[in-house]
């Protein structure tokens, strides 16, 4: 008995319409959303396109929604909701809606095979994006190809990324690091261990700050790069490890707060108070005074990268043929009760003893 074969008319696409007009899927994308940065020429190749295909371009005029990327998070942390918190500000200020749109992909895949979710698939109200969470070059070239306009939090991209070529808003998180370390080192802090994952390149920016403190005060780095993606898991066997291995230490810089969190415990399993023993200092301040004691930290402004991120976007809903612009926002450190100054001659039950070799120490777990 024969096969039978039923072949579906294929569902028309964006790049279809750029194909049949002879143009970018962004000059598709800037008609879609009447920008007036096209040409009357291109415009009528490409609605000629578009109704020759009976394919539905938006034409009410300029799309009014921006759509907030989580990518590649399970739990909604403290940090990003704040960063949500940011942009729905701008965005309810400008009448402009946000969209919140989490989705997970693999960073080693090639963009031609990863999928959108089905409202970025197409042309309609969705006008820019927010990329937040951990994404990678892979999901620029796509919404490139797609012809949609995006702002990136430049700290958490993951891997070879072209930084020069997309919009972007960074936090200054290496000279958070390196104030935070100079901080602990006024104290009279030396054996300063910095706790953290540096594949991931959020901590490996904070890591290059305090390397450069370290190296500045003449001091060796003291490094626990603890493999793990979950920040209290990663604090607490971190320090636990740093105890078991018998290196001094006086003072520990966390990755972030998570990770302080895990220190916290780690420590006090171990008979030490905080910050009688060791001072620890966090990174993010996204629950630092849910610690006790309140947790010195690296203030992230939070709000303000959401409504600068917010901002961006909005500017390339409105103008698609926008430049990619960088912006870059300061950090700035929270003193709290968490960290004290030590005595010249004094001991403490940590370990303390001077080192006499300026050379990196690195432990790996």
Not at 171 to 190: K, M, N, P, V
Not at 267 to 288: K, M, R
């Amino acid at each position: 008995m024969a096969k039978r074969t039923t072949r579906h008319a294929a569902k028309t696409r964006i790049e279809d319409v750029a194909k049949a007009a002879g143009v970018s899927i962004a000059t598709v994308s800037r008609v879609a959303t009447g920008s007036d940065r096209v040409s009357p020429e291109l415009r009528t190749r490409v609605l000629k396109a578009a109704a020759e295909l009976q394919f539905a371009l938006n034409g009410k005029g300029k799309a009014k929604i921006i759509a907030f990327i989580l990518a590649n998070r399970d739990v909604f942390n403290p940090f990003h909701a704040a960063v949500m918190v940011g942009a729905e500000s701008y965005c309810a200020s400008r009448d402009c809606g946000l969209l919140f749109l989490p989705i997970h992909y693999g960073s080693n895949v090639p963009w031609q095979n990863l999928h959108l979710p089905a409202i970025l698939e197409r042309p309609g109200p969705v006008g820019a994006a927010i990329l937040a969470g951990k994404n990678s070059q892979n999901l620029l070239d796509l919404l490139t190809y797609r012809g949609i306009s995006f702002v990136v939090l430049g700290n958490n991209v993951v891997g070879d990324w072209h930084k020069d070529q997309h919009s972007a808003l960074y936090f200054d998180d290496i000279e958070g690091g390196y104030d935070a370390t100079r901080y602990l080192q006024s104290l009279g802090h030396r054996d300063i261990w910095y706790v953290g994952n540096c594949q991931m390149p959020w901590f490996d920016r904070r890591y290059q700050g305090y390397r450069r403190a370290m190296e500045d005060g003449n001091l060796r780095p003291l490094r626990n790069d603890f493999d793990s993606s979950e920040g209290e898991d990663l604090g607490y066997l971190a320090t636990k490890s740093i105890f078991k291995s018998g290196e001094p230490v006086t003072a520990i810089l966390a990755g972030d707060d998570s990770a302080a969190r895990g220190a916290y415990k780690a420590i006090h399993e171990a008979g030490l108070q905080i910050p009688n023993d060791i001072s620890v200092v966090g990174f993010n301040d996204t629950e630092a005074t849910a610690l006790n004691p309140p947790l010195t930290s690296v203030r992230v402004f939070t709000e303000q990268i959401g409504k600068g991120m917010a901002a961006l976007a909005f500017e390339r809903l409105t103008r698609p043929d926008l430049g990619p612009e960088l912006i870059t926002i300061p950090t700035q450190l929270v003193r709290r009760e968490s960290c004290r100054a030590l005595q010249p001659d004094s001991g403490t039950r940590a370990l303390q003893t001077e080192a006499t070799n300026h050379s990196p120490v690195s432990l790996r777990f």
